[in-house]
């Protein structure tokens, strides 16, 4: 018995009877406007839950490169490290090379000088034996009669 029947007896019965089948017109409406309201909820937070994985998806992500940026930045500087130290023992030994050139070239130069000296004195070593050695006397051998 629907609650609207009571007023169907009345002197005014049709009245309330389109009333009545507004009313469960009105009820379906509603029913169908709810559902459709449920179905727009489970929708949208299907999507909710389908962003929020994305999201988190995108976090690790974000996570994973930080993580990656700050191993390459100490890969960098551990590189850096290094190169500095190679680069100061390559120095090292670039001006142990420079003294070794210029203890070569002293060595060079002095003996270029001796050469010169020795080919000066071996080309005047007559003027020097000259002068070195005294004039020689004349000796007369004479004979004795």
């Known amino acids: 018995m629907s609650p609207l029947s009571f007023f169907k007896s009345s002197p005014t019965g049709p009245r309330f009877d389109v009333l009545e089948t507004k009313f469960n017109i009105y009820e379906d409406l509603s029913r169908q ?7 727009a909820v489970e929708k949208i937070s299907d999507s909710n839950n389908k962003i929020a994985s994305i999201l988190t998806k995108h976090d690790e992500r974000i996570e994973q490169t930080m993580k990656n940026d700050d191993f390459f930045r100490r890969q960098f500087e551990d590189m850096k490290k290094e190169n500095k130290e ?30 010169i000296v020795l080919v000066i004195l071996i080309s005047q070593a007559s003027n020097v034996a000259s002068i070195l050695t005294p004039a020689p006397t004349p000796v007369r051998i004479e004979r004795t009669k």
């Open 33 to 39: 406007m709810i559902d459709k309201l449920e179905q």
């Open 86 to 115: 190679d680069h100061g023992k390559v120095i090292k030994r670039m001006e142990k090379l420079e003294n070794k050139m210029d203890d070569f070239v002293k060595f060079r130069w002095m003996s270029v000088g001796i050469g």
